[in-house]
T-cell receptor, first 113, second 118 residues
Framework: QKEVEQDPGPLSVPEGAIVSLNCTYS??????FMWYRQYSRKGPELLMY????GNKEDGRFTAQVDKSSKYISLFIRDSQPSDSATYLC?????????????FGPGTSLSVIP | GAVVSQHPSRVICKSGTSVKIECRSL??????MFWYRQFPKQSLMLMAT?????????EQGVEKDKFLINHASLTLSTLTVTSAHPEDSSFYIC??????????????FGEGSWLTVV
């Protein structure tokens, strides 16, 4: 079993839809949870960062962490064509959030105008 | 967010030659930098962790003599692909960690470098 599982998609939604992206994990030691957005042929861009459980909202993006279920989610409201990208979840159990980071394989999202 | 610059963005080299890729943290000092490799439609594969002033820590299966990493200052790490072969063609990405445990910190990525070995 991989440490971090993520449905690779592709996921295709109409513009304005609510998008739900998810990851599951097996290592209960993970404490830091991140979501990155990666456009084609570019480096990943940090979207959301969460420490331990709970929700965090930033504009159209909401990140949720459920440590009891070992499940994290990223919701995108009012999705736009510019949101079309690959979304990578990442998590860490090191002393800092950038120590021992494990990435999911990424979900490819297309938002259709 | 923090800015990490990577150069060159694209490079083509002949088989057997060496190529150097630079990774710079532009607005912060990074004691730790990371080098990743990414194949098409796959996730990031950590190659090595680079700590300023010390030898890099390589992941299992990564040849340290082939992928030379130098982290000479708090803002610069370099990856040199030595004696490159076509199978080394890939997207190489660096990232840098903000050295402030306890605050909201994480790793920030460079734009990546496409290496094509012909």
């Amino acid at each position: 079993q991989k440490e971090v599982e993520q449905d690779p998609g592709p996921l295709s939604v109409p513009e304005g839809a609510i998008v739900s992206l998810n990851c599951t994990y097996s290592n209960s030691a993970f404490q830091y949870f991140m979501w990155y957005r990666q456009y084609s042929r570019k480096g990943p861009e940090l979207l959301m960062y969460t420490y331990s459980s709970g929700n965090k909202e930033d504009g159209r993006f909401t990140a949720q962490v459920d440590k009891s279920s070992k499940y994290i989610s990223l919701f995108i409201r009012d999705s736009q064509p510019s949101d079309s990208a690959t979304y990578l979840c990442a998590m860490s159990y090191g002393k800092t959030s950038y120590d021992k980071v494990i990435f999911g394989p990424g979900t490819s999202l297309s938002v259709i105008p | 967010g923090a800015v990490v610059s990577q150069h060159p963005s694209r490079v083509i080299c002949k088989s057997g030659t060496s190529v150097k890729i630079e990774c710079r943290s532009l607005d912060f000092q990074a004691t730790t930098m990371f080098w990743y490799r990414q194949f098409p439609k796959q996730s990031l594969m950590l190659m090595a962790t680079s700590n300023e002033g010390s030898k890099a820590t390589y992941e299992q299966g990564v040849e340290k003599d082939k992928f030379l990493i130098n982290h000479a200052s708090l803002t610069l790490s370099t990856l040199t692909v030595t004696s490159a072969h076509p199978e080394d063609s890939s997207f190489y990405i660096c990232s840098a960690g903000l050295p402030s445990p306890g605050s909201e910190n994480t790793i920030y990525f460079g734009e990546g470098s496409w290496l094509t070995v012909v």
